[in-house]
């Protein structure tokens, strides 16, 4: 059996693995017709990248990213919008793997900052998943609002949120 992991670009094709990793994250109550609309928009966006990870020939990790100019650092910002590795899998190696590869894909494009945004709650912020693979922590604080019904997806502090909404 061969364990290593394969990362490549998401096309159309993986949007039903896409939308169960999605689940996966968090976020079970959404309607695929809803999630394919923005599949599609993602896919379409030059700013964004979706990756897949194959592990054992089959996809259980997803990860979108964003790239854009900040004034204040004078060069590009990379986020990473969400990041997700199925179920079954998870300790295997597969998001260290989607964290290396996004840090390469970084520094290789010469990028000023990658970022993400997640929950103090979440067990793989309190197990130091980050921290451990590279990040420092910000002493930021996320302001929000939301314009639209996102349906029951709990408060700002709940599990469920990667870049919570
Ligand atoms: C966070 C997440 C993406 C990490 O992916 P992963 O494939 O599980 O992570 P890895 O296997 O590469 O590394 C996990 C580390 O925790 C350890 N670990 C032990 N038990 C584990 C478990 N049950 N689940 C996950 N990691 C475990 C691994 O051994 C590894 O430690 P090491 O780096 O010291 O070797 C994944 O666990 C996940 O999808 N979690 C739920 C959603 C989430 O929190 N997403 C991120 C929101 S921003």
């Keep these: ?37 923005a599949y599609e928009s993602v896919l379409k966006q030059p700013a964004m990248t979706l990756l897949v990870a194959e592990y054992n020939g089959d996809i259980v990790g997803l990860a979108s990213i964003s790239r854009r100019p900040q004034l204040r650092l004078a060069g590009d910002l990379i986020t990473i919008d969400e990041l997700v590795v199925a179920e079954n899998v998870r300790g295997s190696g597969v998001g260290r793997a989607i964290l290396h590869y996004i840090k390469s894909m970084s520094r290789d494009s010469a990028v000023r900052r990658l970022e993400l945004e997640t929950t103090r709650t979440r067990e793989s912020y309190e197990r ?30 709940d599990w469920r949120t990667c870049n919570s909404r």
């Design 1 to 37: 059996m061969n364990n290593s992991v394969a990362i490549r670009k998401a096309t159309e094709s993986d949007m039903q693995t896409a939308f169960k990793l999605i689940g996966e994250l968090g976020y079970p109550d959404l309607a695929f017709t809803e999630f394919a609309t």
């Design 128 to 157: 130091g998943f980050y921290i451990k693979n590279g990040f420092t922590e910000a002493n930021s604080a996320v302001m929000r609002i939301n314009f639209a019904n996102l349906g029951n997806t709990g408060t700002d502090d």
